[in-house]
């Protein structure tokens, strides 16, 4: 059957239910988001003398969900403007509205009975052959569609999203008995393409994968803690982006997730697993128990492992529990001799076995953690899942973790992690033993530019699923055609090369900039295009702010000058190069990392990439060709239709503001991307194949290198008047200091094409040599020096 998604039902406006439909919203499918009706009339509804019937009031649960949604950060869409393919309506009076849906959702509360009667009255009006799923965290699949018809068991399944569904990309596919083959072959092909997930095939086992594995990693890391007498605070330090996990460690993510959840799962699996041998691990310790009484739940109650409380200077402190004495007090700041050897590692895998290996506390907490983790995955295999990768992918795209389980364990060495387990008396499956056993020393290993994972069925390596359509730089060392102590440049097949740099945030400094001329050196005598893309968290935080204030504070001018020609002979050979160049960036991609993608022949976003020219927070502007491309851009848009449109204002604004697109969609809005140029790939992993697709679909339509633009239009002192009126009036209404003033100046002199009398045509060149000029002067101001090394020290912008 070919199948498309033009419509989807989503039955449940809370928490999930709402952000679910963002989601689809965000790629531009219509959603009808349905709630119940309210029982009785609020306060404010009885003060305007509204009745039950009233459709305001009908519909009051699903528009304040929907509402709150929209308003909360981070944001759950890509742009306000998708929200209008939501439509909301409330189960009595809109629940026909189903039948012309190719997808309906459940996302209800979790409670079977209230489930199925949901499901029978969508039978109702639900279309043979519609997609049916539920969103359950943990109720049986198979027990949700008992007494519905036979088509509708056939299409029936779960579909479980992790919150916030845009940002967390597992999406766990869990069929029924009766589910048809297709059904999950499409929505495991749909998440992945459409909704930009890491999907996952689950068995219908209690929590599915990624909570019967994190949850369990929680409980480890509590008995961790109790063993060693650790606290909140230290605990937290321990387990967040130290142990490549996000920021919000343990505890704070207890409290973001709610106390009440990890406890429902902790108490079920026991009881829904009977034969799990680490039941005593997720036994709740004391305190658990004591914060469900107070009702201490987190971020729903206000206060969990953290609360917030006002101080007296109207201001704010977060206070850490003490689980010894249940109160609330300051929190502390942690110091170990093993974190502080890790922090000056980079490399996760590296770093791993500095911590591991520790000889002070810290080294036993790891060791404790990672021995109960490895024990307990490899007894989940194949309970839960035939595949060991699929238990890797759960837990790294459900809870953010950058190394799954079995990829640690690789790391830190399978043959020594066992010695130490068993002397500790903790045992792991056979199979594992049995693997060693003939010869083979690890669960993953890359062969021929191919990722391969150990398969217990048929007792040898199999190539990872998606490995031909998803290219990860970082397993193609075999096919590294160049490289320095900073680049890499890989042979991507098909006659294409693929850049990637690898430094400290992905920072670009003089090395990165020889790799880029390099490779479009190598590009042009040997291929038919680059393609420009990094690992890691983001693409590029920027050029290297620590060497520009180097230059700066000791006031080398000619290093600096040098240092900035060379960023924008990098970028003008981007954009005037004999092949297509296409740059994928994804994550962070600000100051410098913008400024390259503006020069791309295209760009092929990840659909999460902040981007945008942050130069001023550090008393700068946009230097490798930023601000000449807005100025570029401003002249091509100056368009008459009807009226006159004038764009420079609005670049000006973004530029000076500093403005970061929240996501790739809104980059369009921002001008940052072009439409019918540019594009987005929603599943990040997918950015590198679309945007060697792109490579391949230029060459192939003939591309000839660009023109340099030597008839820019320009405003001059006309527009340079707008616009320092604009900063002017800012400035006396104190939104902006002084020295903000001063940069904004500098700025719209540079866009305006300088100090010309009349609006005019200027070169490329001529816009840089503005930009270059302004960019040095501003280095030479004291409160420049003074931002930058505010940015270095405390990675904060300073107000001066």
């Known amino acids: 059957m070919n199948r498309a998604i033009r419509k989807v039902a989503v039955i ?130 198979h027990l949700m569609a008992e007494g519905r018809s036979d088509d509708f068991r056939q299409h029936f399944c779960g579909t479980h999203f992790f919150n916030p569904p845009r940002y967390l990309t597992l999406l766990e596919i869990i069929p029924a008995p009766e589910t048809k083959k297709e059904v999950i072959d499409f929505l495991l092909d749909y998440g992945d393409r459409f909704l930009g997930k890491t999907t996952v095939l689950c068995k219908d086992t209690p929590a ?34 130290i142990l490549g996990r996000p920021k919000s460690a343990t505890f704070r993510t207890g409290d973001v997730v709610g106390l009440d959840t990890l406890v429902h799962v902790a108490k079920a699996l026991p009881l829904n697993a009977p034969n799990d041998e680490a ?122 973790w950058e190394i799954g389980a079995f990829e640690t364990w690789d790391v830190l060495g399978i043959k020594n992690t066992i010695a130490a387990m068993n002397a500790a008396g903790i045992a792991i499956a056979p199979w594992v033993q049995q ?30 699923p998606g490995t031909g359509s998803i290219i990860v730089l970082e397993h193609l060392d075999e096919k590294v055609v160049w490289q320095n102590s900073a680049c890499k440049l890989y042979d991507i097949g098909d006659d294409v090369v693929a850049l990637r740099w690898n430094t400290k945030m992905n920072i670009i400094g003089g090395e990165v900039l020889e790799g880029v001329m390099k490779s479009i050196a190598l590009a042009e005598e040997q291929y038919k295009g680059l393609v420009i893309a990094n690992g890691g968290a983001n693409f590029s935080t920027g050029a290297n702010v620590a060497l520009i204030f180097m230059f700066a504070a000791e006031q080398e001018y000619d290093e600096l000058d040098f240092a900035i020609r060379q960023f924008q002979a990098a970028t003008m050979r981007l954009r005037y190069s004999s092949i297509p160049v296409v740059i994928a960036p994804h994550g962070m991609t600000l100051g410098g990392g913008c400024e390259m993608c503006l020069h791309a022949d295209a760009v092929q976003a990840a659909a999460e990439t902040y981007i945008g020219l942050v130069e001023v927070g550090v008393g700068l502007i946009p230097g490798g060709g930023g601000t000449k491309e807005m100025a570029i851009r401003a002249s091509q848009r100056n368009v008459k239709e009807d009226i006159e449109v004038n764009y420079l204002q609005q670049l000006f604004i973004n530029v000076g503001t500093a403005k970061v697109s929240t996501s790739a969609h809104e980059a369009f809005d921002n001008f940052v991307l072009r439409r019918g140029t540019d594009s987005i790939s929603v599943n990040t992993n997918r950015r590198i194949t679309d945007a060697k697709r792109k490579v ?105």
Not at 440 to 459: C, M, P
């Open 208 to 241: 599915f994968i990624a909570n019967r594995v994190g949850v369990f990693g929680f409980m480890a890391v509590f008995n961790a803690m109790q063993q060693l007498g650790l606290n909140v605070d230290e605990v937290d330090a321990l387990t967040g982006t």
């Open 279 to 400: 039941a005593v691990v997720f036994k709740l310790p004391p305190f658990m128990e004591k914060m469900i009484e107070n009702k201490w739940l987190g971020d729903k109650t206000g206060q969990g492992f953290y609360k917030k409380i006002k101080t007296k200077d109207s201001g704010s402190e977060i206070l850490t529990l003490n689980l010894q004495t249940m109160e609330y007090g300051p929190q502390q700041k942690t110091k170990f001799a093993t974190i502080e050897a890790a922090k000056q590692v980079d490399d996760l895998s590296a770093r791993l076995k500095v911590l591991y290996n520790g000889q002070d506390k810290t080294g036993q907490f790891y060791r404790i953690f990672h021995h109960l983790l490895f024990a307990y995955v490899s007894h989940r295999v194949p309970e839960i899942a035939d595949e060991l990768y699929k238990i890797d992918d759960a837990l790294k795209a459900g809870f953010g």
């Open 696 to 800: 391949l679909d230029l060459y192939e339509q003939g591309y000839t290198q660009p023109v340099p633009h030597m008839q820019i239009k320009v405003q001059g002192r006309g527009g340079l008047g707008g616009l320092l009126a604009g900063v002017h009036g800012l400035w006396r209404g104190n939104y902006i200091t002084d020295y903000d003033k001063h940069v904004a100046e500098k700025l719209a002199h540079v866009m305006c094409g300088g100090d010309l009398t009349l609006d005019g045509s200027v070169s490329e060149q001529y816009l840089l040599d503005l930009e270059r000029e302004a960019f040095l002067s501003l280095c030479g101001e004291r409160k420049t020096l003074e931002r930058m090394q505010s940015i270095l020290q405390t990675g904060k912008p300073l107000r001066n």
């Open 12 to 141: 449940g406006s809370g928490v999930m239910g709402s952000r679910i439909a963002c989601h689809f919203a965000g790629i531009g499918v219509q959603v009808f988001l349905l709630d119940i009706v309210p029982a009785a009339l609020n306060d404010a509804e009885k003060a305007k003398g509204l009745t039950l019937e009233a459709k305001q009031v009908r519909n009051r649960i699903v528009n304040d969900a929907l509402q709150a949604t929209l308003k909360s950060h981070p944001s759950a869409i890509y742009t306000r403007k998708a929200a209008e393919l939501i439509q909301a309506g409330n189960t009595e009076d809109d629940l026909k509205l189903i039948g012309d849906c190719d997808w309906i959702i459940e996302v209800v509360v979790e409670r079977l009975d209230i489930k199925q009667k949901v499901f029978e009255n969508i039978e109702k009006y639900r279309k043979p052959g519609t997609l049916i799923s539920s969103n359950t965290s943990g109720i049986p699949i």
């Open 435 to 464: 693997m060693l056993d003939k010869g083979f020393s690890s669960f993953y290993k890359t062969e021929n530019g191919q990722r391969k994972y150990y398969d217990l069925v048929s007792q040898s390596y199999k190539v990872l």
